[in-house]
Every structure is written in C-alpha cells, then in structure tokens.
C-alpha cells in the first residue's frame, strides 16, 4: 500500500547483506565503512533537524507535535477521552494513558517508533491498518492490572519516507477514536504530593504535567539496532509517574527499562516495597543490548512509595541526574 514503507525485517535483510559484502571486501569493524566513529559500534545516530523539517509528515498526519533534542519529532497521542479505572482509582491520561509516535531521520530514512493506546474493540482494527500500511507491531500489552474498560497498549516501528510513514500511522489513528492532542496549558497545575520528598527519595528531580508528578531517566549506555542509535525519546526509558489521591497519597505507574541481568534485581526490589509487577514485555526487536521493559503499580503515601522504588531505579544502569 505504501511503498516508501520499510518494515524492520526488510532493513535488516539489507543490513545483513551490507555486512556480508564488507566481509568479502576485508573491512572489518574497524574499517571505513562511512558509519564510524560514532557512539554504539559503528551505528549512525539520528540527523539533526528542525521543526520545519516536519511540516509536511504533520501536515499529512494532521496532527503536530514537538521537537526533542534537535533530533525526534515527538506527536502525543493520549486518550483523554476514556474513562479507566484500576484498583478503585479513576487514571488520569498523564499517569498511563499517554501514547505516542516519535519519528527521526537518519541517512538511510526517517524512523518510526511509538505506544498507541487502545481499546479492545479497537485492538483488531488498528493491528489490520497498521499490517496494511507496513508498519510493524513490537509489542503488545497493558500497563494496567484490573481495569475497566479493558485498554491495550501496542508498539510500533517501521523505516521509510515520512510521508508514507505519516498515511500509515494516520489510517490506523482512524480506527480509534484517540482524539487531537490539546494545547497546554500557560501555566502548568500544581502537583498535591510532596515532591520535595519524592525528589530526595528517588535522588532525581521530577516535573509535573497536568496534575501528574513525573520522573524520567534514559540509560547510561547507548542503545542501537545495530544500524542505528537509538535516542531515548523513543521511548527507551524508565518513567515513573505519580498521580495524586489526597492526604500525599499517590497512585504510581510506569516502567522500568532494564537489561536481563538487571530484570530479577528490579523484580525483588519491587516486590520487598509492596509494589505490584503488571507485566514483564519487550518493546522492540532487535535492539542491542536486549532491553525488557516492566511495569508496576501501587498506591500509598507518595514519598514512602518513592523510597520503596530507589532500589529498583539503582538497580539498573541509568544515566546520571540531570
């Protein structure tokens, strides 16, 4: 249908290709194959751009979102228009319904990655327009444990020309009814939590967004598909959200990003705080080093949740604090 749409298992075919021709020609991984000296063994990291340089995937998408770090063309796509609850709390969009789609260029196409937000009626039909439209499905889960009604969160990916990857993504938006994103507010609301304490507790600064308390730390070392570097604001992060329930309590939710060796620490760590496992998943395919993402949830006194989560954030391989 889109033919400027490349699938991850097309491009790496290519990749493998590409390595086996080098081999023949005696480059080896320190040769000069006009991938080196970056960052991630040789894989090339995202072109910088500007806001303009999107114009015309926005435009095609009908939906406009934010540059990050000069490199990712964020667009928000969250479901402010269901009702979900969990554990007897009513979820705000910010604490677990945010989804997303970020896009970057690099030398050989603009890359796709996203988490879309979907109901289970919508499930089928957003899976149907996405296989259509070339676009690879990586992941398919809940971030939330008994909830009502029932939402799925699946992740995205594909390579290509950003127009096409825009109609893609845009014709399995027309099977949901995620609504367009609204303009934020001039002034953000202020957070009900101590997040003073918060912030000591977890030894990182957080930010509030509409209402929600957030902490968001990318990994030390660089992740890649073994072509290319991979930012964080694709979504390789661990979040920590924290939405207010009066009294400094706190409903807490989000991910941890981790590598094997770092899932039973997480885990055990998790578990002696009181902290609920939801689910253990991949985001991706073929990223180096293989990354499993886990999300939890609980309720209580916001900073006595805090300090029950440090373990689990010091037993993974984040980058320093900002």
Request: hydrophobic content about 40%; overall charge positive; proline content about 5%.
């Amino acid at each position: 249908m889109f033919r400027h749409v490349q699938t991850r298992r097309t491009r790496l075919a290519a990749g493998a290709v590409l390595v086996s021709a080098l081999a023949v020609g005696g480059v080896g991984a320190a040769g000069t194959a006009g991938h080196t000296g970056h960052q991630g063994g040789g894989s090339e990291p995202p072109t910088k751009t500007t806001a303009a340089d999107w114009k015309g995937l926005a435009d095609t998408l009908g939906r406009s979102g934010t540059l990050m770090g000069d490199t990712v063309y964020r667009v928000s796509l969250p479901r402010t228009d269901l009702k979900v609850t969990s554990d007897h709390v009513d979820i705000k969009p910010g604490l677990s319904l945010g989804g997303y789609a970020a896009f970057a260029r690099y030398k050989d196409g603009t890359m796709l990655m996203g988490d879309l937000v979907v109901t289970e009626p919508e499930l089928q039909k957003v899976t149907d327009a996405l296989q259509a439209a070339g676009i690879d499905q990586t992941g398919v889960h809940k971030h939330l444990l008994a909830q009502h009604p029932d939402v799925w969160w699946t992740h995205i990916h594909a390579m290509g020309d950003p127009v096409a990857l825009a109609k893609g993504l845009k014709s399995a938006l027309a099977a949901t009814a995620i609504p367009s994103a609204a303009k934020p507010p001039a002034s953000q609301p202020a957070v009900a939590l101590d997040t003073a304490g918060i912030d000591k507790a977890l030894g990182r600064k957080g930010t509030g967004d509409g209402g929600i308390y957030k902490i968001t730390a990318g990994r030390q070392n660089s992740v890649t598909d073994g072509m290319h570097i991979l930012p964080s604001a694709f979504g390789i992060t661990t979040g920590i959200n924290f939405q207010p329930l009066g009294g400094n309590k706190a409903a807490i939710n989000g991910d941890f990003v981790m590598t094997k060796a770092e899932t039973q620490k997480v885990v055990q760590a998790l578990r002696k705080g009181h902290i609920d496992i939801v689910e253990l998943h991949n985001h991706m395919q073929d990223e180096q080093p293989r990354l499993f993402f886990l999300h939890f949830w609980a309720t209580g006194d916001g900073v006595t949740l805090a300090k029950a989560l440090r373990p689990a954030l010091d037993a993974t391989a984040l980058a320093p604090p900002s």
